[in-house]
């Protein structure tokens, strides 16, 4: 590992309680290669022991750490000082967008939770459904059978972390918005194995509210690609209502 | 009942600031702002409609007015947010349906260039009548 050492300050978002938002600003030196978490961290156990963050795992599984570094939502756990700022320059570290904020950088993730809830996001899915190579949203041309009758599953890429919706613009001015990482959810179950979802999805609040920015695409650390996701479950949710009108099931 | 907590949110001003967005997010303020400028250009279309209804003197007035160099600028905008508009709503129309989605970026590349390409020739044709 290298020796090289940079000076950065980072202005960190405060916010406690009904008291109104300031930036506190640190200077701190820094290995380039160290993450913005680590360096959140620092600040917290030799600056201020009064910022609240929240992080867990420190390697891109629990979701936790999601903030917006210079404006945009980043995963800090994985995202290198180098990539934000260089020696002698400032790293902006503020909450997510569209979540209420509990204190300083933490906030609160229930909308997510119960979006989730609501389309009963599966923490497993069907090989088929979601493949593990190729692009990641197309099912591929083999799906491996496994030798007794089921099928394979694996485990959902989508971490809950919560970027999809701080970075959706629409989130921010409908509060009933299912949001991104949900209706992806919804999508890798579809809509033909799980007619319920039908209701769930198509309204308002629903896959018609989403106006594809494809902001939660280009945030999402997990290639989810929940973008693609939503206007899939438009496709399906077409095909239904055809279905529907001809008569068929 | 608790009230709802309110969301770290500028609501409809995230809609319009650029800092931080990909290129989709580019897509979808210049939409807002193309929308916004051709709903402001229908009303004041209409008064000027209305002109008609006033007698040939106000509307020559008017279209006297309306040939300034100010005007002709606004009426190129209109072409540009018209085309943009346009055409992104055809992009957005063929995603909505599962197609060509992962070139989402490349058709709003190709949106920007016809925009530019056809405004350009709309300008020209402006400039040389007036």
Redesign the interface.
């Given at each position: 590992m290298s020796d090289e050492k940079w000076t950065v300050t980072f202005i960190v978002f405060r916010k406690k309680d009904e008291q109104p938002v300031r930036y506190d600003t640190f200077t701190l030196e820094v290995s380039p290669n160290e993450y913005v978490l680590d360096a959140v961290e620092r600040i917290w156990a030799f600056h201020d022991r009064s910022l609240v963050f929240a992080h867990a795992c420190h390697h891109s599984t629990c979701g936790a750490c999601g903030m917006r570094v210079n404006g945009v939502e980043r995963l800090t756990c994985i995202t290198p000082i180098r990539e934000v700022t260089r020696n002698g320059g400032t790293v902006r570290v503020e909450p997510l967008r569209n979540f209420p904020v509990v204190s300083d950088l933490a906030v609160d993730m229930s909308r997510l939770y119960q979006a989730m809830d609501v389309v009963h996001a599966q923490a497993v899915h069907p090989l088929d459904a979601a493949p593990l190579e190729g692009d990641g949203i197309r099912p591929p041309r083999q799906v491996p059978q496994p030798e007794e009758e089921g099928e394979f599953l694996r485990l959902a890429d989508c971490i809950e972390c919560g970027l999809c919706v701080s970075a959706c613009p629409v989130a921010g001015t409908d509060p009933a918005y299912l949001g991104p990482a949900a209706l992806a959810g919804a999508q890798l179950q579809s809509i033909a194995r799980n007619p319920d979802l039908l209701s769930v999805v198509d309204c308002a609040e629903g896959v018609w509210r989403c106006h594809s920015a494809y902001e939660c695409t280009a945030v999402c650390p997990s290639n989810v690609q929940p973008g693609w996701r939503i206007m899939d479950l438009r496709r399906q949710v077409v095909a239904q209502r055809i279905k529907a009108l001809l008569g068929q099931r | 009942m608790n009230e709802?907590?309110?969301?770290?949110?500028?609501?409809?001003l995230?809609?319009f600031d650029p800092?931080?967005?990909?290129?989709?997010?580019w897509?979808?303020i210049i939409?807002r702002i193309s929308a916004i400028g051709l709903t402001i250009y229908l009303y004041l279309h209409l008064v000027m409609l209305g002109k008609l209804a006033q007698g040939p003197e106000a509307f020559d007035a008017f279209i006297a007015t309306a040939k300034q160099p100010l005007i002709l600028f606004g009426e190129l905008l209109v072409i540009i947010a018209g085309l943009y508009h346009g055409l992104n709503g055809i992009r957005?129309a063929l995603?909505?349906?599962?197609v060509a989605?992962?070139y989402?970026?490349a058709l709003l590349i190709a949106v920007v260039l016809l925009t530019a390409a056809g405004s350009l020739f709309f300008a020209i044709r402006m400039l040389s009548i007036h």
């Open positions: - | 709802p907590k309110k969301l770290h949110s500028r609501g409809v995230d809609w800092r931080g967005r990909q290129v989709g997010g897509g979808f939409n957005i995603t909505s349906f599962g989605v992962r989402q970026r």
